[in-house]
């Protein structure tokens, strides 16, 4: 899968080295399922080439170092420490939601077993708060507690999300506030990373961690699309699991509060047998979607992203910073939303 497009530096090529020297700390049993999982082998444990993942959240850590005048090497510690915590989230979110592909690949789980996948995200979690407590200079403590709240909510949303799952009534602000602690405080926290590693003062760092909020939920807003209308063969994940497994992600919450006769049919399917006693039938995620869609959940959706993305860029133009930094993290905001990854 190709990184995500910035042109100051190759991401992977600068932030690669750091990781596989943080990660190269694990157990033997324990690394082979976190090298496994970040696409550096195969199941085999054998080198393979194509690494996993966009590598987002290193992209904008390194950024951030640029938005503070520091220079991208001093990010490293913070995109490492990042993409650490993603490493961790996707680990555990695999096996919590049953996804048993992830990357074009299978899930670590289902190679390694549950405990080995479980033990390995709670390692690389150390791993992260490790490497940013080692890194040099003055924001380093500033750093690991950013990172640690960070964490905290992302694992309160997700837990807000399974929570979801049983209920009948979910309202859109909650689901955008769910959002915005699953996955938007921890690219709000790589947005600013690099510079609260600099020390950089609070209304450049406020700044940004506005800007990387606004974008994560723009980011959940194109993912939850994706879940439905990308094709599984970009996305590397199955078509339609969101639905599948009766998500009340973005779109489909859009949907069933519309108050349209579409979102009450939704409803209606959402209603019977969960997937844990039942698998829905093809027919029946063609008709979720095609509800989702009448009701008005995907242009809500696409909409609310593109609305996100405006707000996103309006924090940054009111900050002070090199214009070179500003256009790169404008370019990765329209990334965002445009992907079909
Ligand atoms: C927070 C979410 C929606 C999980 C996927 O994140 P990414 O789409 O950044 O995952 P990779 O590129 O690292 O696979």
């Not at 960070?150 to 399974?162: E, K, V």
């Not at 339609?240 to 998500?247: C, E, T």
Request: with cysteine.
């Amino acid at each position: 899968m190709t990184a995500v497009p910035v042109s100051m530096t190759d991401v992977r090529e600068l932030v690669d080295g750091a990781l596989r020297a943080a990660v190269g700390r694990l157990d033997p049993r324990t690394y082979r399922v976190a090298a496994y999982h970040l696409g550096w082998t195969d199941e085999e444990g054998h080198p393979r080439k194509a690494p996993a993942g966009k590598a987002l959240r290193p992209a904008l850590a390194l950024l951030s170092a640029r938005a503070a005048v520091a220079p991208p090497e001093s990010a490293l510690p913070g995109a490492v420490a990042v993409e650490l915590t993603h490493a961790f989230s996707l680990l555990h979110d695999d096996i919590m939601d049953g996804d048993r592909t992830r990357r074009h690949r299978p899930a670590a789980w289902t190679v390694f077993g549950e405990a080995s996948a479980i033990l390995t995200g709670d390692a690389l979690l150390a791993l992260a708060g490790e490497v940013l407590l080692e890194a040099p200079g003055q924001g380093s403590a500033r750093a690991a507690r950013a990172l640690s709240t960070a964490t905290r909510r992302l694992i309160a949303g997700q837990s807000l999300d399974m929570d979801f799952e049983s209920r009948r009534q979910v309202g859109v602000d909650e689901c955008v506030a769910m959002a915005s602690d699953k996955t938007a405080a921890l690219l709000a926290c790589s947005c600013s990373i690099g510079a609260v590693l600099d020390d950089a003062p609070r209304p450049l760092t406020e700044a940004l961690e506005a800007f990387g909020t606004d974008l994560g939920i723009a980011f959940q807003l194109a993912d939850d699309l994706l879940g439905i209308w990308g094709d599984p063969a970009t996305t590397g994940k199955p078509a339609m699991s969101d639905l599948r497994s009766r998500k009340m992600s973005l779109p489909v919450v859009a949907a069933l509060n519309s108050g349209t006769p579409e979102g009450a049919k939704l409803a209606a399917l959402y209603a019977r047998p969960g997937p844990r006693e039942q698998e829905p039938a093809e027919s029946e995620l063609a008709e979720a979607a095609a509800l989702v869609e009448a009701a008005g959940g995907r242009a809500w959706a696409e909409l609310e992203a593109e609305s996100r993305v405006q707000r996103a860029a309006e924090h940054l133009l009111a900050a002070r910073m090199p214009d070179s930094a500003r256009t790169e993290f404008l370019r990765i905001a329209d990334f965002v939303t445009r992907r079909d990854h």
